[in-house]
């Protein structure tokens, strides 16, 4: 079962070394099953990630389930005891978008810069373009990491201090560390 459809690849993330004839290729379709499988183990722990799968096979799955799949907005108290609003988008949306699709997009780039063959690693050249330096390369790679972490989000319950919920989930800890809040 796999969350992720070629249809989340867009924008920042489109990825045309997966494509063949404007289609995606049987190869990255392949890798989203395995690549996927090991993000949501890793986010979820082995035995949640068991729950889940078995759960949403069933004839009526179970709400959590479908809310871990499809989002939920839901209440939840910070540190500070005050209520925050927290919107989980889940693994599976109609806006196509997903922390599992920038993961991917990540571990299929760098699984793919470069190619083994019989002369050793290489990577290809393109005629008529620059390749992009590699400090161009690596933002794009932390930035999508980043947006993954920051759709996955952050345990809210455990952070505190004044102006916290108002930030990004990524400078949320930076936000407290920094000021002392």
Do not use: H
């Not at 979820?44 to 078995?54: P, Q």
């Not at 005629?127 to 390369?137: G, I, P, T, V, W």
């Not at 809210?156 to 919920?165: D, T």
């Amino acid at each position: 079962m796999s969350f992720t459809t070629s249809q989340y690849f867009k924008g920042s993330i489109k990825l045309a070394s997966a494509t063949t004839n404007g289609e995606y290729s049987s190869d990255f379709d392949s890798a989203i099953v395995d690549i996927e499988k090991q993000i949501l183990i890793d986010l979820l722990g082995y035995d949640l990630y068991s729950k889940f799968i078995a759960g949403l096979a069933e004839q009526n799955p179970l709400q959590k389930w479908l809310d871990l799949r499809d989002g939920k907005e839901y209440e939840t108290q910070d540190a500070d005891g005050r209520t925050v609003k927290v919107k989980w988008s889940g693994f599976q949306n109609a806006e196509y978008i997903s922390c599992l699709a920038y993961f991917i997009y990540y571990e299929w780039q760098v699984n793919n810069y470069s190619q083994n063959s019989t002369t050793g690693e290489n990577k290809a050249t393109a005629q008529n373009s620059e390749r992009a330096s590699m400090s161009d390369y690596n933002r794009k790679l932390v930035y999508a990491y980043n947006k993954g972490v920051d759709l996955y989000g952050l345990d809210i319950e455990s952070i505190g201090g004044i102006n916290v919920i108002l930030r990004s989930p990524r400078y949320q800890e930076e936000l407290l560390n920094k000021n002392k809040i």
